[in-house]
């Protein structure tokens, strides 16, 4: 049992150059997230998607587009990358079930550097 | 201020000892309450969830929450040096939404 992957594990891009970023749960989770994770900040939401179909803003989503490809699949896209895009990103899952707040499931991250 | 604060260490204690980690937040809303793990390029395990106030147990871990403090803590007895690793508190109001703290960089000194 896999739980989240992510693809690739680590990236290195030019400035201006675009990317996607490749998340996929097996867990039959409604719910996906990406985040960013920078020293001194924590993990930020960048978008989440609540149920296939469903795509809405977090904290930090400027710069960035998803797509919920179904219901395993979320992927994350720099289409112009920039310096301070440079971070570790997060995928992780959750199903909430009814009204409840259920934890969620990380992937192993993936490590981008915008040069 | 941030919703919630943590402090970021590092943290070190000898094998065996009792460490308590502690997050404090300032949103009243605030119902669930999680603390993950994350090793060194790993992504967050989760590695206890709570709802509102009170002690829960598993094992070596009990997390303590007081909602009229608005103070989490996570306490590790008989530390071993596999619990060196990076410990986040993370809180939601009863949607999806987590917010997270910073972590704290936590190391067992064998």
């Known amino acids: 049992n896999a739980g989240v992957t992510q693809t690739p594990k680590f990236q290195v891009l030019k400035t201006g150059q675009s990317m996607t970023l490749q998340c996929a749960q097996d867990m039959n989770h409604n719910s996906m997230y990406w985040y960013r994770q920078d020293p001194g900040m924590g993990l930020r939401l960048i978008y989440y998607s609540a149920s296939e179909g469903t795509t809405d803003k977090g904290e930090v989503p400027n710069g960035y587009n998803v797509s919920r490809l179904n219901k395993r699949e979320f992927s994350l896209r720099l289409e112009s990358a920039a310096p301070s895009q440079t971070s570790v990103y997060f995928c992780a899952s959750s199903d909430p079930g009814t009204g409840i707040n259920q934890p969620q499931h990380f992937g192993d991250g993936t490590r981008l550097s915008i040069l | 201020q941030k919703e919630v604060e943590q402090d970021p260490g590092p943290l070190s204690v000898p094998e065996g000892a009792i460490v308590s980690l502690n997050c404090t937040y300032s949103?009243?809303?605030?119902?669930?309450f999680m603390w993950y793990r994350q090793y060194s390029r790993k992504g967050p395990e989760l590695l206890m969830y709570?709802?509102?106030?009170g002690n829960k147990e598993d094992g070596r871990f009990t997390a303590q929450v007081d909602k009229s403090s608005k103070y989490i803590s996570l306490f590790i007895r008989d530390s071993q040096p596999s619990d060196s690793a990076t410990y986040l508190c993370a809180m939601a109001e009863g949607n999806e939404k987590l917010t997270f703290g910073t972590g704290t960089r936590l190391t067992i000194i064998p």
């Open positions: 949103n009243s809303a605030f119902q669930y």
């Open positions: 709570t709802y509102s106030s």
